[in-house]
């Protein structure tokens, strides 16, 4: 299994363009999540799926939109990149059901907006 | 004041010393989770508690829940366990929304 993939690693936006940080698990899993990392803060969820289909906010939504079309994909889009939206994104998913088990993350991405 | 609370802020050790890394919150929680973060940023998930202890390897984590407070230990600290250590609750319900705290840089020299 290649876990929870992100891409692209590293990005650089101007002010105003939009862009789609692409996030993809092959385990099946049914909760994915969108964090956002910045110096000093813990990591913050944007937005949230519990299945294909179906999204939700999370604590820092605001210039960000998500969808979910399949299991497998959830893809966070920038709709017009702010500065303060320079940030390193992480995806993460896991399953679902009455235990409680463990968050796998990707790699990151690196977002830079000037 | 935020819902989870870490302390110490960053720790210095020396290779072999047992350490302890402090996690407390403020709201009613369903489970715990205990993460760490490499130095080249990945993150991974070390443990998930509701209850207890848990131990794996050269780490135990135990929380109190009533006292609303958690701890990761490591024994026989290497310098490989330098990183940023997390903590994140989920809220009492089982939501997904994770909520974290700011982590804990911790530097083992060997």
């Known amino acids: 299994n290649a876990g929870v993939t992100q891409t692209p690693k590293f990005q650089v936006l101007k002010t105003g363009q939009s862009m789609t940080l692409q996030c993809a698990q092959d385990?099946?899993?049914?909760?994915m999540s969108w964090y956002r990392q910045d110096p000093g803060m813990g990591l913050r969820l944007i937005h949230y799926?519990?299945?294909?289909?179906?999204?939700d906010q999370g604590e820092v939504p605001n210039g960000y939109n998500v969808s979910r079309s399949t299991t497998e994909d959830f893809p966070l889009r920038l709709l017009s990149a702010a500065p303060s939206q320079t940030s390193v994104y992480f995806c993460?998913?896991?399953?679902?059901?009455?235990?409680?088990?463990?968050?796998?993350f990707g790699p990151g991405t690196r977002l830079t907006v000037t | 004041k935020n819902e989870v609370e870490q302390s110490p802020q960053n720790l210095t050790a020396q290779e072999g010393e047992f350490i302890t890394i402090n996690c407390s919150y403020s709201?009613?929680?369903?489970?715990l989770h205990w993460l760490q973060q490499h130095p080249g940023g990945g993150i991974v998930s070390l443990f998930m508690?509701?209850?207890g202890k848990k131990k794996h390897g050269r780490l135990i984590a135990t929380i109190n829940i009533q006292e609303k407070h958690s701890s990761l230990h490591i024994t026989a600290s290497h310098p490989r366990d330098s990183a940023v250590y997390i903590c994140?609750?989920?809220?009492?319900?089982?939501?997904?929304?994770?909520?974290f705290g700011k982590g804990m840089k911790l530097t083992v020299n060997p």
């Open positions: 993460a998913s896991r399953s679902p059901g009455q235990g409680f088990y463990e968050q796998y």
């Open positions: 385990m099946n899993h049914e909760y």
């Open positions: 799926s519990v299945g294909a289909g179906i999204t």
């Open positions: 709201v009613g929680i369903s489970a």
């Open positions: 508690l509701s209850s």
């Open positions: 994140a609750v989920s809220h009492q319900g089982g939501s997904e929304k994770l909520v």
